[in-house]
DNA sequence: TCGCTTATCTTGACTCGTTCAAGATCTCAT
DNA sequence: ATGAGATCTTGAACGAGTCAAGATAAGCGA
């Protein structure tokens, strides 16, 4: 599991070949701080940081850091991309049916979950996906 | 698992008390024959049965069909929702990273795979859904 | 079989999340 | 310090899906 170091975007970039820019700083600690955050709330959050920040770059933000593999995205049915810092690890996701609050899972059978298949389809598979649907213990109550 | 009867659409929506339409008829059929289509593609099969369908009408006739439970909705990361009339069981699906092609995987883990889990953060889990990410046959050649 | 009630379908506008494109600006290697 | 090129801003555009109002037709009761 990797967790990732604020006080230190910088070299997290610089490791990841990426420029250091106050956009991706931004960005790169509002994920960190906002597990499952969809684009909107990134962008607000940045912008609380910055003054200003045009959502068109938010996006090309998290393109780079997705591709650079210092975030990861998701996008569970019905919900806009959401995005997590933790990286690194096989965990996968709760859904609320009722309010979409999305909560991670860690994997009950190890680290490849899921990933033998008797019946593959011919296909090459290299990563299993699961999510978990219910109701979160708020919305259970009600 | 279970298989639509083409031939009697009709007592499958008579069945789950949903009025017997045209509409409902045509789509149906194509979820069938298509597994895993996309609404654009059900919407024009539909219209070479018909002659003439609003694509509003195919999009209600799927949200029935859905809640009814005669059809089940898919929507992997970054496809539009596909459909498929196999339902009741407990599959998973492949898809392709290239080409977003779908299949259909029986999960190994017999019909509840991956359920139990150790930390369910509190949720009232009721679902299970396991995608799985690779090459189609196809587009492992090239 | 005929109406009547109401679910369903048509049409057309509209939203949301996201991408595309062109030019301005900033990073950072030299 | 400077230039090349990556990144950001602005604004238009797109695809998937929803909303709303009125027209149509399914199937109940008579």
């Given at each position: 599991m990797r967790i990732v170091d604020f006080a230190d975007g910088t070299s997290m970039l610089r490791a990841a070949n990426l420029r250091v820019t106050q956009p991706r700083l931004a960005v790169l600690a509002e994920v960190a701080e906002n597990p499952h955050a969809d684009v909107d709330q990134l962008a607000r959050g940045a912008r609380t940081r910055l003054g200003k920040v045009s959502t068109q770059a938010v996006y090309d933000v998290l393109h780079s850091l997705v591709s650079a593999g210092l975030v990861r995205r998701i996008e569970p049915a019905g919900s806009p991309a959401r995005f997590e810092a933790r990286v690194g690890d096989n965990h996968h996701h709760v859904v609320c049916r009722e309010c979409g609050a999305v909560a991670d899972v860690d994997c009950a059978t190890g680290?490849?979950?899921?990933?033998?298949?008797?019946?593959?389809?011919?296909y090459l598979i290299d990563e299993a996906e699961v999510t978990y649907w219910g109701l979160c213990p708020r919305c259970r109550r009600d």
């Open positions: 680290s490849a979950p899921c990933l033998d298949t008797s019946n593959d389809a011919g």
